[in-house]
T-cell receptor
């Protein structure tokens, strides 16, 4: 079955702009989580959505937001981009069931802010 | 304090040899889960193995095994018979119980270990 699909894979923006990243989860997965990966901070949790509701949020400013649609697809938005927002943004989906509940990640969207 | 510590920024191993990647964790929860992921240069995180805190047996998945020592709070990944394709960044991660009530999608990751397999 198809994996987690993230678009776009690469993008370049300038400071002050905004960006929207998209994530299509594995069919049947209702939970979508977003992570930011940078060389300096490593992998950091941004937020998780389940049934169109944000269930948890990491320690990021309000410029970072997201949403989930009824088909479980998710988008995240970063407004007023800063140089420090340059990162690999990873989306992961899961069944949201007790137990291991393995997160399956997409290939990421690599954002460069100039 | 760091929830996940990976002390080896880089490791080198010869093809067909075994290698151990270290991971220690910090949590006050009795119930938690530990994961290992592999990230090749392409960027995608690939799940390798999972260990629940109440699992009495060490987890194994093919050439991967997890050496779980609960009292020492360590969860080392052992890769047997290394292959050239194993060269990648390896991340240890943890899910805590207090996150399970509200979310199952939050993992705490270590900084990773870059494994290089040479012929």
């Amino acid at each position: 079955k198809a994996g987690v699909t993230q678009t776009p894979r690469y993008l370049i923006k300038t400071r002050g702009q905004q960006v929207t990243l998209s994530c299509s989860p594995i069919s049947g997965h209702r939970s979508v989580s977003w992570y930011q990966q940078t060389p300096g901070q490593g992998l950091q949790f941004l937020f998780e959505y389940f049934s169109e509701t944000q269930r948890n949020k990491g320690n990021f400013p309000g410029r970072f937001s997201g949403r989930q649609f009824s088909n479980s697809r998710s988008e995240m938005n970063v407004s007023t981009l800063e140089l420090g927002d340059s990162a690999l943004y990873l989306c992961a989906s899961s069944l949201a069931q007790p137990g291991a509940n393995v997160l399956t990640f997409g290939a990421g969207s690599r954002l460069t802010v100039l | 304090a760091q929830k996940i510590t990976q002390t080896q920024p880089g490791m080198f191993v010869q093809e067909k040899e075994a290698v151990t990647l270290d991971c220690t964790y910090d949590t006050s929860d009795q119930s938690y889960g530990l994961f290992w992921y592999k990230q090749p240069s392409s960027g995608e995180m690939i799940f390798l193995i999972y260990q629940g805190s109440y699992d009495e047996q060490n987890a194994t998945e093919g050439r991967y095994s997890l050496n779980f020592q609960k009292a020492r709070k360590s969860a080392n990944l052992v890769i047997s018979a290394s292959q050239l394709g194993d060269s990648a960044m390896y991340f240890c991660a943890m899910r805590e119980k207090k996150d399970r009530g509200s979310t199952l999608g939050r993992l705490y990751f270590g900084r990773g270990t870059q494994l290089t397999v040479w012929p």
